[in-house]
């Protein structure tokens, strides 16, 4: 099966589930480390997107000026990899350590429960999840001959049918 008969499947799929802006919306989050590059990433984490603004949380208040003055670039390079203008404006914030009040806070003060460096690229694994979405990623991708792309797209339909189910569920 050639290339362009798989991504007219995914496409297809994508488009008759609904799928595609809920893909592009995760796509937004995972791409955030790749696009801002170090050291941005490890003073920084993409936590959702929703109507059109990408959510970062910040290390500090000094990386969320620096977001500041990046994020029309960021946007575009973002909306570049996505190839759709989904991202409008990017809002960053930190958390403020349990029991201060800002104004108490010193000028260079950082969120003491920020994560430690992240990895850049989360490996993604291929043991396979036994339950429904899994099943119904597999039946959705029958007809793709490459065994590989088969497996990669069986596991994406299925992540995102997770997150819809555990969306509809709140």
């Known amino acids: 099966m050639a290339m362009d008969n798989v991504g007219n499947i995914v496409n297809g799929v994508l488009d008759a589930r609904g799928w595609r802006q809920k893909v592009l919306e995760r796509m937004a989050v995972e791409l955030w480390s790749d696009v801002v590059g170090e050291p941005m990433c490890h003073h920084t984490i993409a936590q959702r997107f929703q109507n059109g603004t990408l959510y970062v949380r910040a290390r500090s208040p000094q990386w969320t000026h620096e977001l500041h003055f990046l994020e029309a670039r960021i946007i575009a390079r973002l909306n570049g990899r996505l190839k759709q203008p989904i991202i409008q404006k990017i809002r960053s914030t930190v958390t403020t350590p349990p029991g201060m009040a800002r104004g108490n806070l010193k000028p260079d003060w950082e969120d003491p429960t920020f994560p430690a460096a992240q990895k850049k690229k989360r490996e993604i694994s291929d043991q396979p999840i036994d339950d429904e979405a899994a099943a119904h990623g597999m039946e959705l991708t029958t007809q793709i001959e490459d065994?590989?792309?088969?497996?990669?797209?069986?596991?994406?339909?299925?992540?995102?049918?997770?997150?819809?189910?555990?969306?509809?569920a709140k």
């Open 147 to 168: 065994e590989e792309m088969r497996a990669c797209i069986a596991r994406l339909i299925a992540s995102v049918r997770r997150a819809n189910e555990e969306k509809e």
